[in-house]
């Protein structure tokens, strides 16, 4: 189809939204009774029995042509927007982009909070890059993923409260429908019958994320209608669950549909059967996931059908009726007696338009209305934007005039950061080109699998010696500083994106993927960075998946060299947020001996950096009431403020009198998951804080940089 650059409205339905939003917990008897409530939109077909209608009647034949433009936000992201929103008690709920979710007030537009996941794998042949919507139970938001998870998100803060894996992506499969909640159950299907990836049905508890069953559309060896399918095709057979279904609590029964075969449209390969239980809506018991019947919807594909499996129902004992196919056809659908009377709604034919947009429109002061609108352009005018030029990507805030770059292909290194024109990060190159020639620490660097130095060409994980191949040439010295990863092309870009509220850059470094890089720390995983500029700050989030079967340590670190351009090192003060100083050995590796940071500044609010050679190790961060602690140097009137989440457990500050190749003006604060030589002192039992990531589980830790004065 062609995108047009004029704007195109599809009505989603009518609310009556109170003056402010009055949030009550969503119970299921809310949900089950929400056709009572029509100022709410509580399901994604409106309520169980799947009727998309709405009772609100304020909307006529004659007040239609008033509606008028009422607010709207604008949704990051080029994927095509096919989410339904959910409107409870003022607040809209919907997700955007797939990993997003927005909670917003119905009124005016302002967003109260926003959750963003980046998938932990990517399918490289994925097609359907779309979330449908969301769920509400209680005081939680869920979400499927297109790396086949299931979320739940507190409904107050947006804070992710428990994830589910439900399925390998790698195999096919994701989730992009939303989920049906049901009693106390979130009830999901998945995506992936292009790809042959066999169909299913799950239910997970709502407050814990526990698998409490599981369906197959696709019967296996000795199951009931595998002989439908001609030899082993049924391993491969598709029928896909993606469509929401519906409820019917009266009769407790859970409509599904269930999608095409595979190959969907060769059959030559699963025969001439009925290749149960595709093309059908089946009639599942919620509390157990017991088939009770199912029901062609698709008489067209198998002319031979002369008995459904199931119901013990003759074809000529079943009622026909009409079911809107996509793209608009009506096709005859079996209606068994013996099954409970059909609820699963009409399915929607939702035309791919990119770059979404929320909009709100009023036809009087008391009532909004709401539209979802498409257009292909973006908002004339925004604060934040992103710019790629050759392998540099530059967040820019133009409110605030700041600009970062960074360079992906080179470490993932954030190379400058420019306030108002001015240099805030050391960066001694004059050239991407040159800096690409002969690369070296420098801007904000990330530092790992260790950060700082090792105490021997060796650490020490879960009880056990690993001795580093010197000969591989990536580790290198009697004492190895600052891990193999500080300069490396490995990373790519996962997103670079801007919306109202910030700009970002997401890249992924594949560790796993690196047999010379495995042979010297043997943990699979992922590493994520975000680099994200909101409101003048830069905060540099750090995510790593353990994909091992052992706990993985976490001794990374970013090396981040700043500096103020108002006055030189010998004027500038530093604030240090630490109470415990480390001492270390001639070889700067702390011994175990702490003592008070009051000994090394007697006023670590404000120390004259001109008195000190720095390269010392500082934890037992001083933390505030969000758990972060601050580190700052200061000028005449500039100043730069580092700020450390409380994953980021230690600090080293190196700011050596003698500088670097004659530079002296600069100051690194250096977030370090744990001291310097953490794993090894572990291992002694000097140090107690080592963290450490479980199989399957993630780690993250964020330090924002704001600069000021300038």
Known sequence: MRYLHSLTLLLLGTVTVPAAPQREVVTYERLRNSDREPQNWMHYWGNYQGTHYSGLKQITKSNVANLQLEWSIQLSGASALETEPLVIDGIMYTSGQPGTVLAVEAKTGKKIWEFTRSGKTKNPIEINPYNRGVAVLGNRVFVGTLDAAIVAIDARTGMSVWETQVADSMLGYSITSS?????????????????????????????????????????????????????????????????????????????????????????????????LFTDSVVALDPDTGERNCEMTSMRATFPSLKKRAGCGINKKDAKPSKRRRRGGQFGEMLRPEGCAKLTTPTLRATPP???????????????????????????????????RNGDVVVLEDTKNQVAVSILPSVGNIAFSMKVKGQEVLRWPYASVEEFKSRPALSGIPFVGPWANRL??????????????????????GTIPIHG???????????????????????????????????????????IDITYRL?????????????????????????????????????????????????????AKIPTGETEAVAK??????????????????????VRDAQGRAHMMVKGKRQQIEVMLDPNWR????????????????????????GITDAMNLAHKGLYKELQSVPPGGDWEASFWVKPAGF
């Open 179 to 275: 989920p049906l909640v049901v009693k106390d159950k979130v009830i999901v299907g998945v995506s992936g019958g292009e790809f042959g990836a066999p169909g299913f049905l799950d239910a997970y508890d709502a407050a814990t994320g526990k698998r409490l069953w599981r369906w197959h559309s696709i019967p296996g060896t000795g199951e009931f209608g595998n002989d439908t399918w001609a030899g082993d095709s049924w391993k491969y057979g598709a029928g896909p669950m993606w469509l929401t279904g519906s409820f019917d609590p009266d009769l407790n029964i859970l409509y599904w549909t269930v999608g095409n075969p595979g190959a969907q449209i060769d059959r030559s390969g699963r025969g001439d059967g009925d290749n």
């Open 353 to 387: 338009f990119q770059g979404g947009e929320f909009r709100s429109v009023a036809a009087s002061p008391r009532y909004v209305f709401l539209f979802l609108f498409f257009s292909s352009t973006f908002a004339a005018a925004q604060q934040y934007g992103v710019q």
């Open 455 to 476: 105490d021997e060409q060796a650490f020490y994980a879960n009880g056990k010696r690993h001795a580093f191949d010197m000969t591989l040439g990536n580790v290198r």
């Open 484 to 526: 193999f990863l500080s300069t490396t092309d490995r990373w790519h870009v996962i997103e670079a994106n801007a919306d109202r509220n910030s700009a970002w850059l997401t890249s992924r470094l594949e560790f796993f993927k690196e047999p010379a890089w495995m042979k010297q720390f043997p943990f699979a995983h992922t």
């Open 534 to 586: 909101q409101d003048g700050v830069l905060e540099v989030r750090t995510k790593i998946t353990n994909m091992s079967s052992e706990p993985m340590p976490v001794s990374v670190g970013f090396h981040p060299y700043y500096k103020l351009t108002d006055s030189t090192r010998g004027e500038w003060t530093i604030s240090v947020g630490a109470a415990t100083h480390w001492i270390l050995s001639p």
């Open 600 to 621: 090394v500044f007697p006023n670590p609010d404000a120390a004259a950096l001109k008195d000190y050679d720095l390269d010392d190790v500082f934890s037992d961060l």
């Open 650 to 673: 230690s600090i080293v500050i190196w700011s050596p009198l003698a500088g670097v190749q004659g530079d002296r003006n600069f100051i690194a604060f250096e977030p370090m998951a």
